[in-house]
């Protein structure tokens, strides 16, 4: 008899405490929750239609207000690589991490991100399709890249 009364008194105290814990302000947090959730992990992608491409190519998504990466410049960059067929993420270095840094042209990074990211402005995001047969996995991907930082060759 103790237990089931012990039982029947938390089950009161938790309903309680659910019913009291405040209006309705469910669609405010979830806006504000998926907003932080881009920040740090970066937006997600849907996964394009149809097959890649059989070349590289990228698209601004944001065009950036600074200078234009050039070779030579040092850009501090964040990226996503999703695979193109499903959006699956495959690697994230977003703002979770701080941005790698690279000299533009130095071809440290694959083709594609050589490609896409020379001529980009500081502060944009571009996305690049990398197709299948210039990836490790034969799997083609897309990169979301967002050029954070650019000091002129130089300097």
């Not at 964040?78 to 067929?85: D, L």
């Not at 690697?91 to 840094?101: C, K, L, N």
Request: with cysteine; hydrophobic share 35%; aromatic share 8%.
């Amino acid at each position: 008899m103790r237990v089931a009364l012990l039982v029947l008194a938390i089950a009161s105290v938790s309903a309680f405490a659910l019913v009291g814990c405040g209006g309705d302000d469910s669609a405010t947090s979830d806006t504000v929750s998926a907003q932080r959730t881009e920040e740090l992990l970066g937006p997600e992608i849907v996964p394009p239609k149809g097959p890649p491409p059989k070349q590289v190519e990228f698209k601004d998504v944001k065009v950036g207000s600074g200078p234009v990466a050039k070779k030579g410049d040092l850009a501090g960059i964040n990226w996503i690589t999703y695979y193109y067929e499903t959006g699956d993420v495959l690697e994230r270095w977003w703002i979770t991490r701080e941005p790698v840094e690279y000299v533009v042209g130095s071809s440290h990074y694959r083709r594609a991100f050589e490609k896409g990211i020379a001529g980009m402005k500081e502060g944009g995001q571009r996305e690049i399709i990398e197709p299948g047969r210039f990836v490790s996995n034969g799997r083609p991907e897309i990169h979301l890249v967002q050029l954070t930082s650019l000091e002129p060759a130089g300097r």
